[in-house]
Nanobody
């Protein structure tokens, strides 16, 4: 069973940056695809970005050009670099490893964009 822990959230002003981290334990991390999702208050879960075991990436239109997903297999970690954040990026961000409904989810990390 894979366990996932997200970190790196916090308060940030519009236009600022944050880097989220997701550490996964259990299983062979290098063989997993992974993804970041988010949920704003009163809203449904929204896919943010995904990365395959061969580092192919996909982004939602909401974050394309501003966010970057990456991974470090030596640290069993997936990152989400958030640049030029906007108020609508305010949400709890969750990591999913391995990617998919049978994958594991962490408790999330809160990102709040304020001015």
């Amino acid at each position: 069973q894979v366990e996932v822990v997200e970190s790196g959230g916090g308060l940030v002003q519009p236009g600022g940056s944050l880097r989220l981290s997701c550490v996964a334990s259990g299983g062979i991390f290098s063989t997993f695809a992974a993804g970041w999702y988010r949920q704003a208050p009163g809203e449904k879960y929204q896919a943010v970005a995904t990365i395959t075991d061969s580092n192919e990436t996909k982004y939602s239109d909401y974050v394309k050009g501003r966010f970057t997903i990456s991974r470090d297999n030596s640290k069993n970690t997936v990152y989400l670099q958030m640049n030029d954040v906007k108020r609508e990026d305010t949400a709890v961000y969750y990591c999913n490893v391995p990617l998919g409904v049978r994958g594991s989810w962490g408790k999330g990390t809160q990102v709040t964009v304020y001015s």
